[in-house]
């Protein structure tokens, strides 16, 4: 049986750099807690996501947008991978 598993791996720049994860720890409390929410609810649910607002923007890109209490959207723009395992 092949199972399908969603990872999220966030991009590394050559020097090291990870642009995501820079921008999520630049978030205030709330933000930085409603945007990982988000991811962690976006993980659990693929493929059938129901709680978080996701988008295709076209040529494989996607973008997950998540709101704040102050009523900020926030955006994160993934490529979507899939990886094959055997079971």
């Known amino acids: 049986m092949e199972e399908v598993v969603l990872g999220l791996v966030f991009y590394q720049t050559a020097r090291g750099n990870c642009p995501v994860r820079e921008f999520i720890n630049a978030l205030d409390g709330d933000a930085r807690a409603r945007v990982l929410e988000g991811l962690v609810s976006f993980r659990e649910e693929f493929p059938r996501i ?3 607002d996701c988008r295709s923007l076209g040529t494989g ?4 947008r998540v709101r704040d209490l102050r009523g900020r959207q926030h955006r994160v723009v993934y490529l ?6 055997m079971c």
């Open 50 to 52: 129901t709680t978080v």
């Open 61 to 64: 890109l996607h973008e997950i």
């Open 80 to 85: 979507e991978v899939l990886v094959h395992r």
